[in-house]
């Protein structure tokens, strides 16, 4: 029974060690909109491709983070630098707190221009 026990913990200690993979080098981009203050949104993934706070879009206190980007759905966006994701597949996260559904349409990513 010993044997059967450390086989177990074994297997344990190598899905942990799966799951602990640094998933953060090698992006083209990373917004985190942790900055607090100013108009931009530093790439803290490859660091080429900072972003510019557009309208009146600030940051606030964050829900994850001390500080998250606020958009009031007014024309406020952030611009990324040209050729940020040309060329390369894309993906997109994020999390939105909708404070009203006023607006018609909301767009969370766009390439439009790329």
Known sequence: MKHGVVALCLALMLCVQQ????I???LTAW???DE???STAT???SGAHNGTLNADATYTTGHIGAYALSLDGTGDNVTAASGAIAGYPASGCTWVNYQSTTSATSTLFS???L
């Open 19 to 22: 799951v602990s993979a640094d």
């Open 24 to 26: 953060t080098s090698n």
């Open 31 to 33: 917004y985190k909109f």
């Open 36 to 38: 607090g203050s100013g």
């Open 43 to 45: 790439d803290d993934g």
């Open 111 to 113: 390439n439009l221009g």
